[in-house]
């Protein structure tokens, strides 16, 4: 057994292309733990076996060192990494929101939000309403994607986090009361700025569960708000130069699935 374990070399090939001459010495549900053929030490090394797309005997090159599993892209080589949603709680706002999220690295994303008014359902003496708005998000994740009781992690796009949000918003809601038979016309363009807390499931791996909220601050030009009539931004809603935004978002996983490479040192 010794003899053969000296002479005999096998090939891990892993999911960049890099193959490694090894000697193999134990296979567990998780990783394949293993020596380097020519190393005279007899280090021994493991590998997680989402790292390794095949092993084969007889050829090799070089070995690997993985120093930061939770930041290896290639864990996520069969992730889709885009996401179109759409925001069912705009929509209650009178507001179609379309929004295209793509991760850039693991634990990281960047989601676009386009806001249309009046496609949707009226509020209260609402009549009619016009007009546009964009959000930029940048979310990052606040946990792990491992979790010690799965073997896989965590699709790419799963998890809890944070977004400071960015976002310009311009349009027209004509009021109609019916109590005195007055009519207004509210008209705002504002930029505004905040932060969002949320949690996002994937579901099988193509359906994306997206809820948050969160706190934000506006300035620009408003008119005929009065006492009664927030500023009103489809998902979000406030007063004072303040927003409170809530959000319930469905999406579907799209693109190729590929992993994010790696930048070089």
Same mark, same amino acid.
């Given at each position: 057994?010794?003899?053969?374990?000296?002479? *005999?070399?096998? %090939?891990? =090939?892993?999911?960049?292309?890099?193959?490694?001459?090894?000697?193999?010495? &134990?296979?567990?549900?998780?990783?394949? &733990?293993?020596?380097?053929?020519?190393?005279?030490?007899?280090?021994?090394?493991?590998?997680?076996?989402?790292?390794?797309?095949?092993?084969?005997?007889?050829?090799?090159? &070089?070995?690997?060192?993985?120093?930061?599993?939770?930041?290896?892209?290639?864990?996520?080589?069969?992730? &889709?990494?885009?996401?179109?949603? %759409?925001?069912?709680?705009?929509?209650?706002?009178?507001?179609?929101?379309?929004?295209?999220?793509?991760?850039?690295?693991?634990?990281? *994303? #960047?989601?676009?939000?386009?806001?249309?008014? $009046?496609?949707?359902?009226?509020?209260?003496?609402?009549?009619?309403?016009?007009?546009?708005?964009?959000?930029?998000? !940048?979310? #990052?994740?606040?946990? @792990?994607?491992?979790?010690?009781?799965?073997?896989?992690?965590?699709?790419?796009?799963?998890?809890?986090?944070?977004?400071?949000?960015?976002?310009? @918003?311009?349009?027209?809601?004509? !009021?109609?009361?019916?109590?005195?038979?007055?009519?207004?016309?509210?008209?705002?363009?504002?930029?505004?700025?905040? =932060?969002? !807390? $949320?949690?996002?499931?994937?579901?099988?791996?193509?359906?994306?569960?997206?809820? *948050?909220?969160?706190?934000?601050?506006?300035?620009?030009?408003?008119?005929?708000?009065?006492?009664?009539?927030?500023?009103?931004?489809?998902?979000?809603?406030?007063? $004072?130069?303040?927003?409170?935004?809530?959000?319930?978002?469905?999406?579907?996983?799209?693109?190729?699935?590929? !992993?994010?490479?790696?930048?070089?040192?």
């Amino acid at each position: 057994m010794v003899s053969i374990n000296i002479f *005999s070399q096998d %090939i891990i =090939i892993n999911k960049d292309g890099e193959k490694m001459e090894v000697i193999i010495q &134990k296979v567990t549900k998780n990783n394949i &733990k293993y020596i380097l053929f020519n190393d005279p030490n007899k280090v021994l090394y493991t590998i997680d076996k989402v790292l390794v797309n095949s092993v084969k005997f007889a050829y090799g090159n &070089k070995g690997l060192d993985v120093k930061n599993p939770e930041k290896n892209p290639y864990y996520f080589s069969d992730d &889709k990494t885009q996401n179109i949603l %759409i925001n069912f709680s705009a929509f209650s706002g009178n507001t179609l929101a379309l929004a295209y999220e793509k991760a850039i690295n693991p634990g990281q *994303s #960047l989601m676009a939000e386009l806001k249309l008014y $009046g496609l949707g359902v009226k509020s209260e003496f609402e009549k009619e309403r016009s007009g546009f708005g964009l959000d930029l998000h !940048y979310r #990052l994740k606040t946990k @792990s994607f491992f979790s010690k009781k799965k073997y896989r992690p965590k699709h790419i796009l799963h998890g809890p986090y944070f977004a400071p949000v960015i976002g310009f @918003s311009t349009g027209t809601i004509a !009021y109609d009361y019916l109590y005195d038979n007055t009519n207004k016309d509210v008209k705002h363009s504002v930029f505004h700025f905040g =932060i969002q !807390y $949320g949690n996002q499931w994937i579901l099988q791996r193509k359906v994306s569960i997206d809820t *948050s909220f969160g706190f934000h601050y506006f300035a620009g030009s408003q008119s005929n708000t009065g006492d009664f009539e927030p500023v009103r931004l489809g998902n979000m809603i406030g007063n $004072g130069n303040q927003l409170f935004s809530f959000n319930i978002r469905v999406g579907f996983l799209t693109g190729k699935a590929t !992993y994010i490479k790696q930048k070089k040192k």
